[in-house]
């Protein structure tokens, strides 16, 4: 991706916005970038639990907002991955203290001033001003979207209002794909998401346990051992980093069964 | 009973996304619709019969277009 300052937006919540932030941030900075990770969910803050930062923050971006202190200040250096920044949301303040042009002018300093090549803009659910605020500084967004009825309908509201701001290098993260179900016919598949909405993918990620799991020890888990959707998130980084990573077929697997079905035009 | 589920779940989900989609991008409730059909219906009268039943209106995705179609049958 050409853009340096990428939004990671749903509309619905509790699709995956902040797992992607967290990991696809913490790739980009194992892969040699310089990333900042900026959660604007002020109020319900969490990017700083899932990347396990949450007791080294101090200051937060109201507070740069509003110069109680500066922005280096502010970022919390992860000491896992080089390179790699946390800038909190506040969790005692509300929505309406955050002005989209004083953060605009945050992620510009970041970028112009701070020598970041990367940062990654955990957006708040919702189509409201805290969704706007945060995708005022973008020049691209994630659009993380599951395979299920209600999240492609809102990412396709999302995929509109990025458009009407001006920000068109936008791209889909289909998550919490389940390849039994697809394979049954019982949930959408890739293609259908990709056709629904009309974008192209940078990211397919599966179902995966271990998400819960490195969200409960707080560590990213593209830093933890092989898992299904850590390998993916990884190859989401590379790929927005300008690779060609082709994407692997989720839904082929081995076994009997299987390759009967596939014979027989089954599935 | 492998018949009863012939129809998958996600060629329903699609179907339906489809449609929903369809009037969003419209910003049109399809509540409205009925509306238009009334009011459509009134000024196909002036030119021929055109009977209420059997009228449909609605929207349809064409590519990247969303189009309204209106079935109106003429009376033989």
């Known amino acids: 991706m050409e853009a340096r300052a990428i939004v990671v937006t749903s509309g619905k919540g509790g699709v995956g916005k902040t797992t992607t932030t967290a990991n696809v941030g913490t790739a980009l900075a194992h892969l040699g970038e310089k990333v900042a990770v900026v959660d604007v969910d ?5 990017l700083d639990v899932v990347m396990g930062l ?9 507070d740069v907002i509003e110069g109680r202190t500066e922005l280096k200040k502010a970022l919390v250096r992860d000491k896992r991955v080089e390179g790699l920044y946390l800038l909190p949301a506040a969790q005692t303040r509300d929505k309406e203290a955050l002005d989209p042009e004083r953060f605009r002018a945050i992620v510009r300093q970041l970028l112009e001033e701070e020598g970041f090549d990367r940062v990654l803009i955990d957006s708040p659910a919702g189509i409201e001003k805290g969704f706007k605020t945060a995708a005022a500084p973008a020049e691209g967004a994630l659009v993380v979207v599951n395979p299920e009825v209600s ?3 809102d990412a396709d509201r999302i995929i ?8 068109q290098e936008n791209y889909l993260v289909i998550n919490r794909i389940r390849p039994e179900m697809v394979r049954r016919g019982d949930m959408l598949a890739v293609e259908d998401v990709i056709e629904i909405l009309g974008l192209k993918p940078i990211g397919i990620i599966p179902e995966d346990e271990q998400v819960l799991v490195s969200t409960n020890v707080g560590e990213p888990l593209v830093l933890r051992s092989n898992s299904a959707a850590g390998r993916a998130l990884l190859e989401t ?7 060609e990573v082709p994407f692997p077929s989720l839904e082929d697997r081995k076994g009997f069964w299987a390759a009967i079905r596939r014979i027989f035009g089954g599935a | 009973m492998w018949f009863w589920r012939r129809r998958k779940s996600k060629e329903k989900a699609r179907d339906r996304l489809k ?6 991008r419209a910003k049109l409730p399809p509540g409205k619709l009925e509306g238009l059909k009334a009011e459509l219906l009134e000024v196909l009268r002036r030119y021929f019969p055109a009977d209420e039943r059997g009228v449909e209106v609605r929207l349809e995705e064409r590519g990247d277009d969303v189009v309204l179609i209106a079935e109106v049958p003429v009376r033989p």
């Open chain 1, 237 to 243: 980084a590379r790929r927005i980093r300008g690779e």
């Open chain 1, 42 to 46: 002020v109020g319900l803050r969490n």
């Open chain 1, 160 to 167: 509109g209002m990025l458009e009407a701001q001006g920000i």
């Open chain 1, 151 to 153: 999240s492609v309908r």
């Open chain 2, 19 to 24: 449609l929903v989609l369809a009037y969003d």
């Open chain 1, 54 to 62: 949450e007791s080294r923050v101090v200051f937060d971006l109201i």
